[in-house]
């Protein structure tokens, strides 16, 4: 755990210290909201599903005609729904998004991709779905990965649509030993603003 989070802190780091030097120094400040679409790949939930929820944020925009820096934080839903026995189910998590992608800016559309850092900032409980005993801190503080997407601009109002694949366990041992391995994954549709 400790190594993938050193790499992505360090990806963090060395696009921050790279890629101004590409840039001309114009920023911008933007706004970004919209819809998730999350799942956690726990092994052992039945007939588990994507859980809806939403995600707003606030970024600059540090760069010149042909790339920038998006460093960006952003408040964001995530879990996983599942089903026992008919009964739906879902496994919620809050979290706050640091995120860091670089943008190529392709004439009216943006290609982004870079890591982020996720901080989880409620405590989801978890019901046991074979006994309902309660696991109560079963999920790790901080979740890191990889951000990718494409952004539709039309003057200062763009459509963004990305993928953030999380690389680490979101679950501790005793999460782990109920549910099997898990990891987020999210896919967010925006609408956003630059000033």
Sequence with gaps: MKKKITIVAYLMVMTT???PNFCEGQVKVGVRGGLNATNISFKNLPERSEQYGYHVGMFLEI???FIAVHPEVSFSTKGTDFKYL???????MNTVDLLLPIAFKLSV??????????FLINKPVYTQY???SVIINGFKKVDAGLTAGLR??????????????GLMEVGKENLI???GSGKNAVGQVSLGFRF
């Design 130 to 132: 074979t006994d309902n």
């Design 86 to 92: 008919g009964e739906k189910r879902s496994i919620k």
């Design 177 to 179: 030993s109920a549910l």
């Design 63 to 65: 760069g010149a005609a």
């Design 17 to 19: 210290i790279i890629a």
């Design 109 to 118: 559309i943006d290609l982004t991709v870079g890591p982020f850092v996720s």
């Design 152 to 165: 539709f601009n039309i003057s200062k109002v763009f459509l963004g649509v990305r993928y953030n694949q």
